[in-house]
């Protein structure tokens, strides 16, 4: 649809231009009137106009005059209230003052996860014929003691385009570090949310910050946070891309109550993986390539998750593995040096570390602060749709199809600017938004003002767009630093990028002054659906679903792109660069060792899983999520089983990203349908089945993203990703779920229960049940006493429990539940 | 970082807030407001549906009329359901009073949570709808009302807490959801004592 006679040949309006002119320049290059957008005038024209809000959702890449003028926050690094070995915390009052309850005390008893011994923890000494109680008290034996695991000296060997470890298994694992106990109230704080806004906001935080507290910890080292519930709603923490007990994960029932508190329990130990070959160690050993560095937590309670997370509730954690240590201490990764890779807290807690005027939290000095480092800068993106009149966030979910907001902030602050030196930093980006995907380029001040001006074309926006790295992706550094000019985040997705402002700023003179860049969102999204793929009609559905460029379909982007971050850059005096080296990784640096495809022979089941609206809600294989079945049952791998399971998009122009919990996927093919997304009609239609003329597009991606971890995958319309996976350590419930978290709340989420022996059939039924009683051991029967299932009382039950006959065809025979000792 | 528990100086914008006072007709043919009359102060499940409607509407209305005799224990008076037709100019006060008739809520109940059919001028019914977040992406889909989602909003609008959920999905797990969304008390909310 397109208007003639409607042309605008300039913008007069520096730097805001409204959503129409993004959309109608960037579809033909000149402008055009054809959208529906409400106008003001309209809005006046309303009769039951008189809402006491004012938002502007319609104009939502408009920049406010004040925008860059707040300078970005970095989220304080939260000091652990007590640290120790087992014995030292457990049961043991740590949070006293103020909090008498033992550690362990606000715990769920013994959940399933740590009553039985899965086969491959024989690696460990655990003997899988001991189950219940017994196993835990065997197991706190077994992982506090893993010599074969310690003290090996030399770790890795570095040539300047390689790295190796000389011996696999050499990683600390389990209890390698004393347990960090945190405690985190989570509580409703003020928060001026944009300078033009009335009145604070009243906003959902950890620990009274938005974005949460930051906390850094090494991998093997046990972390216990005691989440202290004093909000009243129900809350549920999950660790977005950990490897962690289903208890301490997040799942959506696994509620901490108003008014109650649950110590979330993360060994940060990393999977094992089996070795044909046999080592020292067993054949058991653990996977290197597992170990994590960028982290989230973020809440994700039933049904109300979107609310809750738009409200505030959201953080980042790092976790440190030896080898991205090498790299931080010898000057690959941007650092400080020594203070980059050392806690003073290592090995208890030090004095004088504590800011005293943040008490609970790190001084941000070397030496003070857990790996100090001012060049990795985290930043969350979030977009939020702000009251004017009243200053509040307001959850308007638009037609419950996918949050998105009107004003665009970087942790928590709205268009801020942050000032760097004129070196490597790294910036690890992180979409904690409801429902936006970004695709972020860098431009340099005077392309971006041109920009806004007169738009640039989309040849001229990839040329214009500034070079930087990518080192990894989600949870996980990859195996060697990829050049990008833009990269495309879908929600929960994570880019570690090594953006080189020395570089960038390099051929001027220093009497040129301090350099601008702006961190841009190029995506053109609209609505809760997804990014669009073509401009020209507003109403058109058809997108090209694919979340990275394939040769002959591009991306479309907006030709005037939205500002996230300013960077200002400042030339470093040379006594400061002489006492900080800038960082030496470039395009094709070798950070670690590279991962392995998983091979045919290891996978012993495959399930498909379709993503798709149904009855104006969302589904996955024609079902809605119930938290009381589980849909797969994948079981522990012995001997490297994998599974793999085919993710396909049922269409309607929606976007998907799907969020696996508790292990990481690797990405094996990417089938797109073009021809199908030509066919498509309106939202609710039927999906094109079967495909007509699916066309594999792995290879445009990077083999070394394609093999590395991921732990969400975006799935567009027509797209079918096929991954593989392993299961592996801990037995019991996680979900997996589209990350638009408006479609998940809406019931676009399966439950796969693992079980833990080999001895399961992957093609049978799964005989489980989620609800929480399956889970819980130490005696007592899966069917209570009193006929019904749930969570039991000392449990905190999160829900009222359901009688027996209602659970009906959902009720299938629990596992027997181990001999109580 | 200040924990500010004295904020009652600052002004809530929930969706009671946001959304105008719209004057609707019941299928008793009384006159009430959407805000003052139908949501503050309550528990409510609200759907859309119209009286002729093949599709979603009768499933919908046959789930509705199972949760109310489940829900009265926990809620009492306090839980209001709204079903608000999507063809205003069609469904009548009266036409909805007969179609109240056909699941047993024509009348009020003493001991079943109260059941309102609403209608109004299709303006009113529009803005209801948009307020609501009732609407879909797709105009051809949105103007089309066999299409309508079937998916049932419920909330504690005083507490401007909100969940939507197929109403497609078995009573066990619809009562478990209303109850913790829309409830007043923790016991309402989580079926134990706090
Ligand atoms: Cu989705």
Redesign the interface.
């Known amino acids: 649809m397109k208007l003639p006679g409607c042309r605008r040949d300039s913008h007069q309006e520096f730097l805001i231009p409204s959503r129409r002119d993004l959309l109608k320049s960037a579809a033909t290059g000149a402008a055009t009137c054809a959208l529906t957008a409400p106008t003001p005038e309209a809005a006046a024209a309303d009769p039951f106009a008189g809402a006491t809000a004012t938002f502007d959702k319609a104009n939502q890449a408009r920049l406010p005059p004040w925008a860059f003028t707040q300078e970005l926050v970095v989220p304080r690094t939260l000091r652990p209230r007590a640290m120790g070995d087992f014995a030292a915390v457990d049961r043991q009052p740590v949070f006293l003052p103020e909090d008498p309850v033992p550690l362990g005390e606000a715990y769920h008893g013994i959940a399933r996860e740590w009553a039985e011994n899965p086969t491959a923890w024989v690696a460990y000494g655990c003997d899988p014929a001991i189950t219940g109680a017994a196993a835990w008290e065997q197991r706190k034996e077994c992982f506090r003691r893993i010599p074969a695991l310690a003290d090996i000296p030399e770790l890795f060997t570095i040539t300047p385009t390689s790295i190796a470890w000389s011996q696999r298994g050499s990683m600390p694992n389990w209890n390698a570090f004393p347990i960090k106990c945190y405690r985190i109230p989570i509580v409703e704080t003020l928060k001026t949310m944009r300078p033009d806004a009335a009145f604070p906001a009243r906003v959902f935080t950890y620990g009274g910050t938005m974005p949460g507290p930051l906390m850094k910890f090494r991998i093997g080292q046990p972390v216990v946070v005691r989440f202290d519930n004093r909000l009243d709603t129900e809350a549920s923490i999950h660790f977005h891309g950990g490897h962690n007990p289903a208890h301490a994960d997040g799942f959506p029932t696994f509620y901490v109550l108003p008014g109650k508190q649950r110590d979330y329990f993360w060994p940060n130990i990393l999977p094992l993986d089996h070795e044909d070959a046999g080592s020292p160690q067993g054949n058991y050993l653990p996977a290197l390539t597992e170990a994590q560095s960028t982290i989230w937590y973020h809440d994700h309670a039933m049904d109300i998750t979107g609310f809750n997370v738009s409200k505030g509730m959201a953080g980042v954690m790092q976790m440190f593995a030896d080898w991205e240590l090498h790299l931080l201490r010898t000057h690959v990764l941007p650092s400080w040096g020594e203070a980059s890779v050392t806690d003073p807290d290592q090995d208890g807690l030090a004095a004088g570390v504590e800011d005293p005027a943040m008490p609970g939290y790190y001084l941000r000095e070397p030496g003070k602060e857990p790996f100090f480092n001012p060049f990795d800068i985290p930043i969350v993106l979030q977009d939020k749709v702000i009251d004017r009149t009243t200053g509040q966030i307001v959850y308007d979910s638009d037609g419950h199809n996918g949050y998105l907001g009107d004003t665009f902030f970087a942790n928590g602050v709205a268009w801020p600017f942050k000032t760097v030196g004129d070196r490597k930093y790294r910036l690890r980006l992180l979409d904690g938004a409801n429902a936006r995907i970004y695709r972020l380029r860098i431009l340099a001040e005077a392309d971006f003002i041109r920009s806004q001006q007169v738009g640039l074309g989309a040849d001229e926006l990839a040329a214009r767009a500034k070079p930087f790295l990518q080192i990894g992706k989600d949870s996980w550094m990859w195996s060697e630093a990829l050049p990008r000019t833009s990269v495309v985040l879908a929600m929960a997705n994570r880019a570690d990028l090594i953006v080189d402002f020395g570089a960038l700023v390099g051929d001027l003179p220093v009497e040129a002054g301090p350099q601008v860049f702006y961190l841009v969102d190029t995506m053109p999204q609209f609505d809760g659906r997804g990014p669009k793929g073509k401009l020209d009609d507003g109403g058109d559905p058809r997108v090209l679903p694919l979340p990275f460029d394939v040769p002959g379909k591009p991306l479309v982007e907006l030709d005037r792109p939205i500002a996230l971050v300013k960077f200002v850059v400042e030339r470093e005096p040379a006594a400061f660069k002489q006492a900080h080296p800038d960082a030496t990784v470039q395009a094709g640096t070798i950070l670690m060792q590279p991962r392995e495809r998983i091979p045919d022979a290891d996978v012993v089941a495959v399930r498909e899983f379709v993503f798709e609206r149904g009855k104006g809600a969302w589904q996955v294989n024609g079902r809605f999520y119930d938290p009381t079945i589980a849909n797969a049952a994948p079981p522990i791998g012995t001997e490297g089983a994998a599974e793999e399971w085919v993710l396909r998009n049922g269409g309607g122009g929606w976007w998907h990203p799907i969020h696996i919990h508790l292990e990481s996927h690797q990405l094996v093919r990417y089938e797109k349908d073009f021809a199908a997304d030509e066919i498509i009609g309106p939202i609710d239609a039927v999906p094109v089945r079967p495909p007509i003329d699916p066309v594999d597009v792995t290879a445009s991606i990077p083999r070394t993203e394609v093999i590395a971890n991921h732990d969400t995958t975006i799935l567009g319309p027509n797209t079918v990703a096929r991954i593989r996976m392993r299961f592996r350590t801990w037995p019991g419930p996680f979900v997996f779920h589209c990350h638009n978290l408006e479609h998940e709340d809406m019931r676009m989420m399966f439950n796969f229960e693992v079980v833990p022996g080999p001895d399961h059939d992957p093609n049978v039924a799964p005989a489980a049940r989620t609800q929480g009683n399956a889970l819980t051991l130490d005696g007592r029967s899966a069917i209570r006493p009193d006929g019904r299932v749930g969570e039991l009382d000392w449990e905190q039950p999160p829900v009222p429990p359901t009688p027996v006959r209602e659970a009906g065809e959902f009720l299938i025979d629990p596992r027997r539940p181990p001999e109580r000792p | 970082?200040?924990?500010?528990s004295a904020?009652n100086a600052?002004?809530?914008?929930r969706l009671v807030?946001?959304?105008?006072d719209?004057p609707l007709v019941n299928h008793r043919g009384e006159d009430v407001r959407l805000v003052t009359d139908l949501l503050a102060g309550r528990a409510v499940i609200i759907n859309s549906m119209f009286t002729v409607c093949r599709g979603?509407c009768p499933g919908t209305s046959q789930t509705l009329h199972d949760l109310r005799p489940a829900l009265w224990p926990v809620f009492g008076p306090r839980l209001h359901i709204i079903s608000f037709t999507l063809e205003p100019e069609i469904d009548t006060a009266e036409e909805l009073r007969a179609y109240a008739g056909a699941y047993g809520a024509d009348t009020r109940a003493a001991n079943l949570p109260d059941w309102q059919f609403l209608t109004g001028t299709p303006?009113?019914i529009e803005?209801m709808r948009r307020?609501l977040?009732?609407?879909?992406?797709?105009?051809?889909?949105d103007r089309d009302p066999t299409?309508?989602?079937?998916?049932l909003l419920f909330g504690n609008p005083d507490?401007?807490?909100?969940?939507?959920?197929?109403?497609?999905?078995?009573?066990?797990?619809l009562?478990?959801?209303v109850?913790?969304?829309a409830g007043f008390t923790?016991e309402q909310?989580?079926?134990?004592r706090?």
């Open positions: 970082m200040p924990t500010v904020s600052i002004p809530t914008s807030d946001r959304i105008p719209i979603s303006a009113a803005r307020g977040g009732l609407y879909d992406l797709d105009p051809a889909v299409r309508h989602a079937a998916v507490k401007d807490r909100w969940a939507v959920l197929p109403s497609s999905l078995r009573q066990g797990l009562v478990e959801a109850r913790r969304v923790f909310r989580y079926g134990i706090g």
